[in-house]
């Protein structure tokens, strides 16, 4: 309010020439200075205006017979600038709201906007105009949207095509006022015709009354109003055109003006008044009547001192200004201009208008306030609201205490500058201020800088900080940068207590039990490794001229951090792993910041861990040691539990042990190291354990096993089968091989692939010695028909059949099957089938062989013919790869010869039982 009404004031004094006779140039005008004995040379160039114009193409309204699917679109343009257009839309929505901007230095333009329609014609070149507008507009226009009918053309199906325009013609800064007004002098304007007039101010002191054409830049006609004096004059009857008349008079020339409102000339003299820097202030003629007539004698002052005193005013005109303290003024002025300020809608940070400027810097000259006094006011405003919470730019504040450090250390660039006693003990003050303020941001960077905004104002504000303490420290620059670092390293100590004390508002420990403590102080760890991280993102390219005091910011704050994370897991139970995640969690985070990677905190984390994990390798290796134990006893053996599914658990708790202390990524290499190779020998040992138990237990169960053809491979013997080759298959992840801790390679699963390989030939060789013990059962029941045997003759009468052909087939061919279904290895079971083979093939070979010299009993032939016949057929398809083996080509020959033999004495064998039906099959098969 005191603000806008010192600024009315200053507004409503005129112009007068000071002592000094220093110009003040404004922008907007080609004029770059004018000196008193150029005043009078003015060209038609200097005042040359320049105008923003802003055209807005809202819509369309009208466009009945255009299709829906045409598009449209609008241009603009105006002279001397480059046409624009709006984006093409849909007839059926003409919608754009499209803003155009244009630069003229024509005070009267023209602007033209035309509404365009594509042309899909073949032949067609050149897009269809629909209508157009031509608008004049002048920086008295309405500045809201308005209504325009468009220019159409006579034939065109839509006469009524409107648009919806908004031009705003914004005034440069020397433009006073303007408008149209009837006019006529005796140098200018000879003849009285209505001209549209701008005011313009060239220089501090000097104004020019400037006519001007539609569509011209220069003006038509000129007049400076140096030395004129204007005041209202009563109508002239001689004159057509024009109700309201005032005049501009000076000595041998004189200018009649007229305007069609009163309010208009009102707004007209008070301009021109305040132009010319006249004595004599005009009173409309509404006003002298209206004091006339309620106080017939009362003179002209009376009326003046009555108004300025209904207005409260009477004291500060009536009152001489050598008389105020201007510099406590200004103070004020400033103040009350900066609280103002702050209160705009819009976020300006501190910085003034350069409106405000004007004034400000107006005042300061008139007056004669003192530069150094003027910053220092402004300083210490500035430095009041930055401490009350309102955001203040750090450079505003840099550049304000730049501009006092340069008057009291005498370091202007022009060399000159002044300093009183008050200012530099003031200036001290706001110095001790300035680096309070400036360490209470630095402490609290993540809440005065949010996310790094305003962008590099945390930069500036470090770097303030340093030229403050720079300032206060006279000595070397060695020494005052090392005392800039002190304090940075103390701001940066006090933020971490900061950031933490805040973060760690989120985690209460009270009345919790250990579990619900440990899971908040993971959630409190992610916390911290957020900060931590938007620390990085976001304000670590500021402190790079610190970045080792940010590293020791981080160490602090993980220090803070410790403390609770220590109280927290020494109240956990003993032998519980529930904090591991929380070192996973910080030690990921650490391994990933090379700047924190082995630091205290790092190492205080380590050093709390390590005696956990090695209570952890120890119980978890116990634990196992005993599940092989009991799953590998006596008593597991008797309830006929799967083996598998124990042996399995154990595989992959030795695999889960090993994955756990990988994915710890331990930090100290030795260590990490040690607990490997100590998990890789642990890992050893326990798989060549369960493979020794395995083959005791098969031996056990293969002896168990009763020899006949009645005999089954048993469930349980195929699982033992089964856990051997689980733990070969397992041996290569789980025991790799590795360094150990003193560098050494160590080839761990070589050992056990070792005792694998023993243990998988001994198991298949028990196993084809007890279906060979089978074979040779069979081979003794048929060794009882050998030719010159007691027993020979007798038990031909019985007349055998094929029974125990038929059930030694049904023998191998049931095994044949268990063996491939239940064992999981194809390698071993063919090894078996292949070994089997062979073996038997052998026994069948040396049985025959001791019957070289005897002829075979038909009943042995038959047998025989049939069991060898369907024995090599059945381990061809379970592809036995050589078949036709030298033992095989022996045995076919014997019996081929019985066959013949036999043929010659007793005839067919019978019962299609034949060695050529054999061959036939074989050689099918092969």
């Known amino acids: 309010m005191e603000v806008a009404l010192l600024m009315n004031n200053l507004e409503s ?78 007839a059926s929505r003409p919608i754009w709201n499209t803003t155009g901007d244009f630069t003229t230095t024509q005070p009267l333009p023209q602007v033209k906007v035309k509404l365009m329609t594509e042309s899909t014609g073949v032949l067609s070149i050149d897009d269809k105009e629909l209508g157009k507008v031509v608008i004049h507009p002048t920086p008295n226009s309405p500045k809201t949207p308005e209504w325009y009918f468009m220019q159409v053309h006579k034939n065109s199906a839509d ?5 919806k325009l908004t031009v705003k013609m914004e005034r440069p800064l020397n433009m006073k006022h303007c408008g149209y007004l009837w006019a006529q002098g005796r140098s200018v304007w000879k003849k009285w015709k209505k001209r549209y007039f701008i005011l313009v101010q060239v220089s501090q002191y000097n104004f020019v009354m400037c006519s001007y054409q539609e569509r011209k830049a220069e003006p038509y006609e000129m007049m400076q109003l140096d030395s004129f004096t204007v005041d209202y004059t009563v109508p002239e009857l001689d004159h057509e055109g024009g109700r309201a008349f005032f005049n501009a008079v000076k000595e041998g020339d004189s200018v009649m003006f007229a305007s069609d409102d009163e309010q208009d000339r009102i707004l007209w003299v008070q301009a021109m008044y305040r132009a010319t820097g006249q004595s004599h202030k005009p009173i409309p003629p509404t006003q002298v009547q209206k004091l006339s007539d309620n106080k017939q004698d009362a003179p002209i002052t009376q009326f003046y001192a009555d ?37 705009d809608s819009y976020s300006c940070l501190g910085w003034f208008s350069p409106g405000q400027i004007f004034v400000l810097d107006e005042y300061c000259s008139r007056y004669g306030v003192r530069g150094c006094h003027k910053h220092l006011c402004n300083l210490s405003d500035l430095l009041d609201r930055a401490q009350q919470g309102i955001m203040i730019d750090p450079t505003l504040i840099h550049y304000s205490y730049a501009f006092c450090s340069s008057h009291v250390y005498g370091s202007r660039p022009d060399g000159i500058g002044t300093v009183t006693m008050d200012e530099k003990q003031r200036f001290d003050e706001i110095r001790t201020r300035m680096k309070i303020y400036a360490m209470d941001q630095i402490t609290r960077f ?63 420990f009270d009345e919790m039990d250990s579990y619900k403590k440990l899971q908040v102080i993971i959630h409190l760890a992610e916390l911290c490794i957020d900060v931590l991280q938007q620390n990085e993102e976001h304000h670590f390219e500021s402190f790079e001229w610190y970045s080792d005091l940010m590293v020791e910011h981080s160490e602090t704050f993980w220090s803070l951090f410790a403390v609770d994370m220590d109280s927290v897991l020494e109240k956990q139970q003993p032998d519980t792993w529930d904090s591991f995640p929380l070192f996973q969690l910080l030690n990921d985070h650490l391994m990933g910041d090379e700047r924190l990677k082995t630091g205290k905190f790092h190492s205080h984390l380590r050093d709390t861990f390590a005696p956990l994990v090695i209570r952890y390798v120890d119980l978890m290796e116990s634990s196992i040691a005993q599940s092989i134990d009991r799953g590998f006893g006596k008593e597991v053996w008797d309830s006929n539990q799967s083996i598998n599914v124990i042996a399995s658990d154990i595989l992959w708790k030795l695999q889960a042990l090993q994955t756990f202390i990988l994915d710890l990524h331990w930090p100290d290499t030795i260590f990490a190291s040690h607990i490997e190779h100590r998990l890789k020998l642990t890992t050893s040992d326990m798989m060549q354990s369960m493979v020794a138990r395995t083959l005791n237990r098969f031996k056990n169960l293969l002896q168990s096993c009763r020899i006949s053809l009645d005999f089954r491979v048993t469930s349980q013997l195929c699982q033992l089968i089964n856990v051997a080759i689980e733990c070969r298959n397992q041996s290569q992840k789980i025991c790799a091989s590795g360094l150990d801790a003193s560098g050494t390679q160590h080839i761990y699963h070589a050992v056990v692939d070792e005792i694998l390989d023993s243990a998988f030939t001994e198991m298949q060789s028990l196993i084809v010695s007890k279906f060979n013990k089978v074979l040779e059962i069979v081979l003794s029941k048929m060794s009882r028909y050998d030719e010159g045997s007691f027993t020979a003759s007798f038990l031909s009468l019985t007349k055998p059949g094929m029974e125990l052909a038929v059930n030694f087939n049904q023998f191998v061919s049931i095994n044949q099957d268990v063996i491939l279904d239940r064992i999981n290895d194809e390698v071993f079971v063919n090894s078996v089938f292949e070994k089997w083979y062979n073996t038997a093939l052998k026994i069948f070979c040396d ?9 075979l009993h038909v009943y042995q032939l038959k047998t025989l013919i049939k069991v060898f016949k369907s024995f090599a057929r059945d381990f061809a398809l379970q592809g036995v790869a050589e078949i036709k083996t030298k033992t095989h080509t022996l045995i076919h020959k014997r019996l081929t010869v019985e066959e013949a033999t036999a043929s010659v004495t007793i005839g067919s064998l019978g019962n299609n039982i034949t060695m050529k039906e054999s061959d036939d099959e074989v050689g099918e098969d092969d």
């Not at 049985?847 to 002829?855: A, G, K, Y």
């Open 446 to 508: 993540r809440y005065c800088f949010p996310f790094g905004r305003p962008q590099g104002a945390l930069k500036a504000t470090l770097t303030l900080l340093g030229r403050v303490a720079m300032d206060e420290d006279p000595g070397p620059e060695s020494g005052r940068e090392a005392k800039v670092r002190e304090l940075v390293r103390h701001c940066l100590k006090e933020a971490a207590l900061v950031n933490y004390t805040r973060v760690s508002d989120y985690a209460k």
């Open 847 to 855: 049985w025959l062989n001791l019957r070289s010299e005897l002829q």
């Open 159 to 163: 006469q009524q095509i409107r648009i």
């Open 307 to 343: 108004r300025a005193r209904k207005h409260g005013m009477d004291e500060f005109i009536s009152a001489d200004p050598c008389k105020y303290d201007h510099s406590s003024l200004y103070e004020l002025l400033q103040r009350l201009t900066l609280d103002h300020r702050l209160n």
């Open 13 to 90: 004094l005129p112009v007068s020439r000071g002592s000094s006779g220093r110009n003040y140039h404004l922008p907007g005008s080609k004029l770059s200075s004018l000196d008193s004995t150029e005043e009078d040379s003015l060209s038609k160039a200097d005042v040359i205006l320049q105008f923003a114009l802003e055209v807005i193409v809202v819509e369309v309204q009208g466009l009945k017979s255009l299709a829906g699917s045409k598009i449209i679109y609008c241009t603009m343009e105006t002279d001397s600038c480059p046409k624009l257009q709006t984006e093409p839309v849909e």
